[in-house]
């Protein structure tokens, strides 16, 4: 009976990595059965500067607490402390979170946190992340977090290159693109998408109280014109990061993200003395965080991801 028991149970588990495997059909993500899916959740901080909260008890808070659908992250690629200066310290928090969130049957964005291009340092760092996780439905890869100053020529051949990468190792898994100008130049990229591969999506970033309606109707011409969208970082406040939170704007974006079935991830899980940081100054890296120490917005995240993820 014993070997039956395994066999089943190994059976059961491949039965759930098949559920949870994402695609992309038409502007939309869908499950297995071709059902809608919207993810909602929280992007860590740059690990580079708060690696502490890059650990599983975070991770299962975020999921279990929280109702986290979909954790980042975002792996600091060029500043001090990052991927190319120290690249042990970056694998070693990227894969924390990824396989705690895994573990938690939570969706992981592994994000190059970057604005520059930086293409064979990606290309090598993506087929590690391709071949440890290439079994995991649960897994992301972000392929560029902001682009800045290049322009979509450059990142599209730029993102062609890893993509290629990626599909040689994990056929499946979703991957999302960044899109120039901080994530706001998708109408630029609608105009001319990559071809030749499945389940690719197109980041676009947003800051409610800088980024208002203009930004949205860029996405409705991206929509329009059969882009998909993945909103893999956005908040409430301006875009430094910094200053009020703009409520009325931030439940417009909602509003417009619930119309259009838009995953979302916020921004950030971090402790800087700054409005888009949501733990307070010498909060607890270790989640299971008390009231006190959740600061205002990430309150209003928290609140929203229990309301929309049940």
């Known amino acids: 009976m014993f070997p039956f028991c395994c066999s089943h149970l190994a059976a059961k588990g491949k039965d759930d990595l098949a559920k949870a495997q994402l695609a992309v059909k038409g502007t939309s993500l869908v499950n297995a059965k071709g059902e809608k899916v919207v993810l909602r959740g929280v ?12 650990n ?34 970056a694998l070693s928090c990227v894969t924390a979170v990824v396989d705690a969130a895994i573990k938690n049957k939570t969706y992981a964005i592994i994000d190059w946190h970057s604005h520059h291009i930086r293409t064979e340092e990606a290309k090598e760092f993506f087929a590690k992340m391709a071949t440890k996780y290439k079994d995991s439905p ?4 972000e392929l560029f977090n902001e682009p800045v100053d290049d322009s979509w020529e450059k990142v599209k051949a730029y993102s062609e290159e890893v993509i290629r990468v990626i599909r040689a190792i994990d056929s499946d898994n979703l991957i999302l693109v960044g899109c120039p100008h901080w994530d706001q130049d998708v109408h630029i990229a609608a105009d001319s998408p990559i071809v030749g591969y499945n389940n690719i999506m197109y980041t676009l970033h947003f800051y409610a109280a800088t980024h208002k309606q203009d930004l949205r109707d860029r996405g409705d011409y991206a929509l329009s014109k059969g882009l998909p969208l993945f909103v893999s970082e956005c908040a409430g406040m301006e875009a430094s990061g910094d200053g009020p939170i703009d409520s009325e704007e931030w439940n417009r974006w909602l509003d417009w993200m619930q119309q259009n079935s838009l995953s979302w991830v916020a921004w950030s899980m971090s402790s800087k003395e700054e409005t888009c940081s949501m733990i307070i100054p010498f909060g607890s890296f270790k989640g299971n965080w008390k009231e006190g120490e959740i600061k205002e917005w990430g309150k209003i995240v ?4 229990k309301k929309s993820n049940k």
């Open 43 to 54: 992007s860590y901080g740059w690990h580079n500067w708060w690696g502490d909260f890059y």
């Open 56 to 89: 599983a008890s975070t991770v299962k808070t975020l999921s279990k607490d929280w109702k986290a659908t979909v954790v980042r992250a975002a792996m600091g690629v060029e500043p001090d402390g990052g991927y190319i200066s120290d690249p042990e310290k």
């Open 138 to 141: 649960y897994v992301i890869y």
């Open 302 to 305: 928290r609140d929203e991801l």
